[in-house]
């Protein structure tokens, strides 16, 4: 099993910045895709950002441009980081990842979610 522990939301100004943590632990043969998503109230949860395992990423249109995913492979940690804040990414943010055990079955973990709030 793979655990997913989010650090770093908070309230945060619109025009600020904040950076979010997710580390993964536990026994897995590799961890693969990871992304962030996010979940307003009263909407669907919705994709942020994705990293594959070799650093490619992609980014949903709302936020390009503002914030950018990474990952350390080593530490089993990924990162968003979010500048030029705004009211409308106010959310609960989760991070998930894609990954496989030794007989190569694939799974994915999702983390608890923390939450951004950004004040106009």
């Known amino acids: 099993q793979v655990r997913l522990v989010e650090s770093g939301g908070g309230l945060v100004q619109a025009g600020g910045s904040r950076r979010l943590s997710c580390a993964a632990s536990?026994?897995?043969?590799?961890?693969?895709?990871m992304g962030w998503y996010r979940q307003a109230p009263g909407k669907q949860r919705e994709l942020v950002a994705a990293?594959?395992?070799?650093?490619?990423?992609n980014y949903a249109d709302s936020v390009k441009g503002r914030f950018t995913i990474s990952r350390d492979n080593a530490k089993a940690t990924m990162y968003l980081q979010m500048n030029s804040l705004k009211p409308e990414d106010t959310a609960v943010y989760y991070c998930?990842?894609?990954?496989?055990?030794?007989?190569?079955?694939?799974?994915?973990?999702w983390g608890q979610g923390t939450q951004v709030t950004v004040s106009s």
């Open positions: 998930k990842a894609d990954w496989r055990n030794l007989l190569q079955a694939t799974y994915e973990s």
């Open positions: 536990g026994m897995a043969f590799s961890i693969d895709d």
């Open positions: 990293i594959t395992r070799g650093g490619s990423t």
